[in-house]
């Protein structure tokens, strides 16, 4: 399948259609780390280490990586940034309560053995108050979330600020989500889990940023959209959108 990959003259590097040239050395060295035996059935769809390059991350950056789940671009992450680098994980306060099982789940990321340069971080929606200024705040399939009672009814734009004001000049806020059905707007992400895209889009650029980018290597015309993303006929196949925004220098 031919992945169509749309830049615009902002600065990003990396780009890549899928075979047609060789990974930065420094991905591939990632991906094919020890520490991520276990994600490699994923990659085939998850495309992790394209997306990568099409971010254009690069060895020694900082990054935020925002709901990071069970670890997967988390760990990609770790080893592209290398020592000299470092990865945020963002995990919202009423999520990881003690006990939880988020709390467990934030824990053992942010201490798996062969990872040394990353750190978990509890924040209270929409503020995110990082450490210090990052290169790259990611996200994958949370940004839907953000407006539901799971993520205390956050507004986009709001949190799209904090982010703006959390990067460098010149950072990149990466989006990855579900498509939903065109018109759809907001009314899908607390039941199918999808958000329409130029809905995402509107709001990201509401709160100051440039839309530098987008790819469709998760695109997949075969999604209706009207499915739940974890409906049996379409989970792990869903459409979905990549979007690169970039804070002005």
Sequence with gaps: ?????????????????AGAAPLPDYVASAVN???RHADKIKDASRHGAEIVAFMGLKPGQKVADFLPGRGYWTRIFSGVVGQQGHVFDIWPSLMVTP?????????????????????ALQVHLPSLNLPEPVDVFFTSQNLHD????????????????????????????????????????????????RIEPDTARKAILAAGFTFAGESSL????????????FDSKIRGKTDQFIYVFVKPE
């Design 146 to 193: 953000l407006p539901t009672p799971f993520l205390g009814n956050t507004d986009i734009t709001a949190f799209s600020k904090q982010v703006f004001a959390a990067l460098k000049p010149g950072g990149k806020f990466v989006v990855i989500d579900h498509v939903a059905v065109a018109g759809a707007g907001l009314t899908q992400t607390d039941t199918l889990h």
């Design 33 to 35: 780390a020890p520490v």
């Design 1 to 17: 399948m031919r992945h169509n990959l749309k830049f615009f003259a902002l600065g990003l590097t990396g780009l890549l259609l």
């Design 99 to 119: 006990g939880s099982k988020f709390e467990k789940t934030m824990t053992a990321l942010s201490h798996q053995s062969g990872i040394t340069n990353v750190t």
């Design 218 to 229: 998760l695109a997949n015309p075969q999604d209706n959209h009207h499915l739940k993303v």
